[in-house]
């Protein structure tokens, strides 16, 4: 039998989540920096050195300055692989972050100094909560003005619920902001503002060690022991088990734009993040040691290459080894498959990868055999639990604007909704077709990528839509009732299953109350 340990062990896969705007993106970049994986921030390689993050490679995404997919990178750092998935953190992309969260061991929360925990990031460590993922939070734009770091650390437990232990502290903030303490190696890193640089560290003994005070001056050295102490005082010492388990969350300081507090984050987190941890499949629990390869698609991202008109599935590999042109199993069709140009990703530089490993995201053609949450496995029988798909909030009506290219629009709409940007409805009363989303920002974004990328041209009418729910009974009549009455208000999804579009709360009650035999559903795992 064949043994990956070592090959597991050196694994790292996270995702890095924030609120817009928190600087997400930039630290993505940064570790790639360190990881060599790129030369000059802000640069794909190239003579020219484009002004776009080497993640934000969708046309939209530039023009907007947003994330809205979310990128795959790999890279080796000392003896380890790292695996970063940087997520939108546009609150209108949520669920492409949900889903991403499936597929990572442990995440990065960013915060803004000044801003603190906004909404979207409580969303999105309720997540984590419900898989007990462990979370590192990094708390960026320390060259700015903001709030007191001991401010922001009740903050974070407050709004977050979880405790926190800082393994970093800064030495003022703002326009006086000198650096920070790494309490995890018991060293002092000095800040010159340089993006393309990182800092000079002054080693350093202990914490009453003189060359602090020739470092900051006095004052500043005085008042860091006062706060080291208080710390000290404050917090239990830093238990991993307790990070691993999801209970405490270790917080960094730094600014991720000048390349500052940032490897003291990444040398930290590939000494104390987990490697591959098992993965819940229907049948049992998969340890990421089995020798036979299982894996599966969290992610459909269609046109990588706007050259050619492809689909990529992505593909957490869960247990075993990956190979190219080795036969899988498709659960869900029941097919064997071979993969001949499987992928792995440097933002979006593919290069052919002929082995991975788990913890690795593999990237594999895709001629519309896949869906998300599909398994693929050497043979044995398991089907990796489905992602969810939440019941959307917005609907309008999608119309061809251009009779001579219906195929093009209803090839691209389906390639859309393959992704998960958003969700397809069939209403059963007059045929019409429904797209359901999250975000209003979902709309504007089909439509433009139908145009620029399939040459369709959509229009949206509006409809009045409270929220659509998935219903079963095991009652055939009272289904067939319920059906009879409400006929002008059901759809079918992709899968053929049954919708009931509510136009609004009232409504929805009264079908509950008048209905019993039915159940409701607003998410489509049930």
């Known amino acids: 039998m064949a043994d990956y ?23 993505t970049e940064k570790l790639l920096l360190f990881g060599g994986a790129i030369h000059i921030a802000g640069a794909v390689k190239s003579n020219k050195i484009k002004k776009t993050a080497t993640s934000d490679w969708m046309e939209i995404e530039k023009q907007r300055g947003i994330s809205v997919a979310t990128s795959v990178m790999g890279f080796n750092y000392g003896d380890y692989k790292i695996n970063i998935l940087d997520t939108p953190g546009h609150q209108d992309f949520a669920e492409d972050t ?12 960013v915060v803004d100094v000044a801003k603190g925990v906004e909404t979207q990031t409580r969303k999105l460590m309720e997540v984590c909560r419900m898989r007990n993922t462990p ?53 002092l890193d000095l800040f010159t503002p340089d993006k393309q640089r990182a800092t000079e560290r002054v080693e350093i003994e202990h914490v009453n060690d003189p060359r602090i005070d020739e470092a900051v001056g006095e004052d500043d050295a ?16 830093f238990d991993v088990d307790e990070y691993l388990a ?37 049948e049992r629990r998969v340890e990421p040691s089995e020798s036979e390869f299982s894996g ?34 498709h659960m869900r069709s029941g097919k064997m498959m071979r993969f001949a140009a499987p992928t792995a990703f440097m933002a979006q530089k593919k290069s052919v990868v002929d082995e991975a490993y788990p913890g690795d995201i593999v990237g594999i053609p895709d ?28 609907f309008m009506y999608i119309e061809n604007a251009d009779p001579m290219k219906a195929k093009q629009l209803d090839k691209g709409v389906q390639q859309l909704m393959d992704e998960g940007v958003a969700q397809l409805f069939y209403n059963q009363f007059n045929g019409r077709k429904i797209i359901g989303t999250v975000g209003q920002l979902q709309f504007e974004v089909i439509q433009y990528r139908l145009l620029h990328e399939y040459g369709a041209q959509c229009r949206w009418e509006p409809m009045s839509m409270y929220k659509a729910c998935w219903i079963e009974s095991d009652d055939s009549e009272a289904m067939a009732a319920f059906k009879k009455r409400k006929h002008q208000f059901m759809a079918l999804d992709r899968e053929g299953r049954d919708v ?18 039915i159940r409701f559903h607003f998410s489509s795992e049930f």
């Open 500 to 517: 009931f579009m509510a136009d609004s709360q009232f409504v929805l009650t009264m079908a509950q109350n008048d209905f019993p035999k």
């Open 222 to 237: 005085a008042k860091l022991r006062d706060d080291l102490e208080l710390i000290e005082g404050v917090y239990p010492e």
């Open 5 to 27: 340990t070592d090959e597991i062990k050196r694994r790292r896969t996270f995702a890095i989540i924030s609120h817009p705007d928190a600087g997400k993106t930039t630290l």
């Open 135 to 187: 979370v590192i939070i990094f708390v960026n734009k320390l060259d700015r003005e903001g709030r007191d770091p001991f401010d922001i650390l009740d903050e974070l437990e407050a709004e977050l619920k979880i405790s926190v232990r800082p393994l970093s502290w800064p030495i003022n903030i703002g326009q006086k902001f000198k650096g920070v303490y790494n309490i995890f190696e018991k060293s």
């Open 296 to 329: 599966f698609v969290f992610k459909i991202h269609a046109n990588m290459d706007p050259n050619h008109r492809s689909c990529i599935a992505f593909v957490k590999v869960c247990s075993g080894k990956f190979e190219r042109n080795a036969p899988y199993k």
């Open 367 to 394: 001629n519309g055999n896949f869906k998300i949450g599909d398994t693929l496995t050497e043979g044995s029988e398991l089907h990796y639990k489905g992602l969810p798909s939440f019941s959307p909030e917005l």
């Open 246 to 282: 999801g209970r405490v969350a270790p917080v960094f300081f730094g600014s991720a734009l000048n390349t500052f507090g940032v490897k003291e984050l990444l040398d930290c987190f590939v000494q104390i993040a987990p490697s591959p941890r098992a993965v819940e499949a229907i």
């Open 98 to 109: 949900y889903r991403t969260l499936t597929a990572v061991d442990s995440v990065i929360i």
